[in-house]
């Protein structure tokens, strides 16, 4: 039954463009005991399709900016062939850790921001 809830929280948050994986990494290390390394790549691998599906979806309702999207899309692209080598060269315990220091800067982050100004007019 978690992996069916793990899965379907997750995959609300993917289609809300927030990044499923911030949910589905810790409840398979912290809840089901699953390795690290074996967490981050099970992410990758629910990230296709729920990410294509959600992708659909934002191209239908037109909330794409493609020519920004593009540049990003082939610098992410680099960025995941690194990160990919670096991944599988750290102990699981060191990414397991960087994973948390990640997850708690972002809730720092997220909780102290200010929301922009709104533009009048």
């Known amino acids: 039954m978690i992996p069916i809830l793990a899965g379907l929280a997750s ?6 463009g927030i990044g499923g994986g ?12 699953v390795d690290q390394h074996i967490a981050q790549s099970i992410n990758l691998l629910y990230f296709v399709p729920t990410a294509s599906i959600a992708l659909f979806v934002h191209i239908k309702n037109k909330r794409i ?3 920004l999207a593009l ?9 995941a062939i690194l990160g990919s080598y670096f991944a599988v060269s750290v102990p ?9 220091i990640f997850l708690f800067a972002m ?13 009048e007019g």
């Open 92 to 100: 699981s315990v060191m990414l397991k850790k960087m994973f948390g």
């Open 22 to 33: 911030t949910i589905l990494i810790p409840v398979l290390v912290f809840i089901l005991n």
């Open 11 to 16: 995959g609300i948050i993917s289609g809300m």
């Open 65 to 67: 900016d493609m020519k």
């Open 71 to 79: 540049i990003i899309v082939a610098f992410g692209v680099a960025g």
């Open 107 to 119: 809730g720092i982050y997220e909780t102290f921001r200010k929301a922009p100004a709104k533009k």
